[in-house]
């Protein structure tokens, strides 16, 4: 089992920049990369960002890939998603994932349905 814990102020204005993190425990070696994935409210859920444990190749949904940037704290275990210039139309639920088997494929890294654990989620609210 690998367990996620999200963090980060969850409310900030527009145009400003919000780093989250997710902590990860337990049986962290059974992971090979992370994601993150957000639920704006009346949406369906939607991938951010991935990376890859090893390496640390990373990998955006191409509309965040400007504003976003994901990295990774080896030594910690912890993932961040730092966000910039931030719009309300961010305004959503973030999660963030933990993939078991490797792969440097998009199509992959960008599904959820390949993520085997996930955390809670951390509202991020940005207001105009």
Wanted: a positive charge.
């Amino acid at each position: 089992q690998v367990q996620l814990v999200e963090s980060g102020v969850g409310l900030v204005q527009a145009g400003g920049p919000l780093r989250l993190s997710c902590a990860a425990s337990g049986r962290t070696f059974g992971s090979s990369s992370m994601g993150w994935f957000r639920r704006a409210p009346g949406k369906v859920r939607a991938f951010v960002a991935a990376i890859i444990w090893s390496g640390g190749n990373t990998y955006y949904a191409d509309s965040l890939k400007v504003r976003f940037t994901i990295s990774r704290d080896n030594a910690n275990n912890t993932v961040y998603l730092k966000m910039n210039s931030l719009k309300p139309e961010d305004t959503a639920v973030y999660y963030c994932a933990s993939k078991k088997y490797a792969s440097s494929w998009y199509k992959l890294l960008s599904s959820g349905n390949e993520y085997n654990y996930w955390g809670q989620g951390t509202q991020v609210t940005v207001s105009s």
